[in-house]
């Protein structure tokens, strides 16, 4: 799958590329055990740094990161970035810019507490045809003081400007900066496409074939990540 990323030739060199899911994972995951003392089982159990679909959900599609540092600081944002003149006269030179409450009336995301954010893009993001860019906030992220709003992009026809990733600023209380490179998005192609749902009872075949994977999967570790598990993520680019 390729992915074509472009930025203002003036910033080329300058800004942060967007880099592959699985470079961008945080220190956290990094340095968290392998296993906890659980008090409900009374011994060691594996934690989520064990767990494939939670680490692989996390190391999917690329990452956007924010361009430059930004600092909160009583509910005001401000950034210090000495950007050259750019080639492209329409072009955003501020990491983000905001949306009035009322863009989101009537929705969850309307708190009064609450800022809504938009980071902008300094990356134009070009797909093959028949693909669709799905844009979430970066998976399992808690940790980071907003979360973004989920989009989808026709970005095999819509890729002359970026993309902007409006988010809900959850953390009034946050006081500190916001380091360049911060994810911002989490990204992926998706092929476009109706599904066709078929819902079935499982047949003998199957019935047989889950009791003999779930005790499998209860019997001994890591069955999953060897019998199940793709290869070649780490491969990314």
């Not at 074939?209 to 019997?219: E, F, G, K, Q």
Request: hydrophobic fraction near 40%; include cysteine; charged fraction near 20%.
């Amino acid at each position: 799958m390729r992915v074509i990323l472009r930025c203002d030739p003036a910033l080329y060199g300058r800004l942060p590329r967007p880099l592959p899911a699985g470079q961008g994972l945080p220190q956290w995951l990094r340095s968290m055990p392998a296993t906890a003392f659980s008090e409900t089982h009374g011994q060691d159990v594996r934690t989520v740094k064990q767990c494939p679909p939670f680490v692989d959900a996390m190391s999917y599609g690329f990452i956007v990161p924010l361009p430059c540092d930004v600092t909160v600081d009583a509910g005001v944002f401000s950034w210090t970035w000495d950007l050259p003149p750019l080639s492209v006269q329409t072009h955003p030179r501020s990491p983000l810019s905001f949306h009035v409450p009322a863009q989101v009336e009537g929705t969850p995301f309307r708190q009064d507490e609450q800022t809504i954010v938009k980071f902008n893009s300094f990356w134009t993001v070009e797909l093959e045809p028949g693909y669709s860019l799905f844009a979430t906030h970066p998976v399992n992220r808690a940790d980071l003081p907003f979360r973004l709003l989920t989009g989808l992009v026709d970005a095999d026809r819509f890729n002359d400007v970026g993309i902007l990733f409006p988010a809900v600023w959850i953390d009034p209380g946050f006081s500190g900066v916001l380091p360049a490179g911060t994810p911002i998005a989490q990204c992926f192609p998706v092929l476009r496409g109706a599904l066709d749902l078929i819902c079935e009872p499982l047949s003998e075949e199957r019935q047989q074939r889950y009791d003999a994977t779930a005790v499998s999967l209860l019997s001994k570790p890591g069955v999953y990540r060897r019998r199940f598990r793709a290869r070649g993520r780490s491969a990314q680019k």
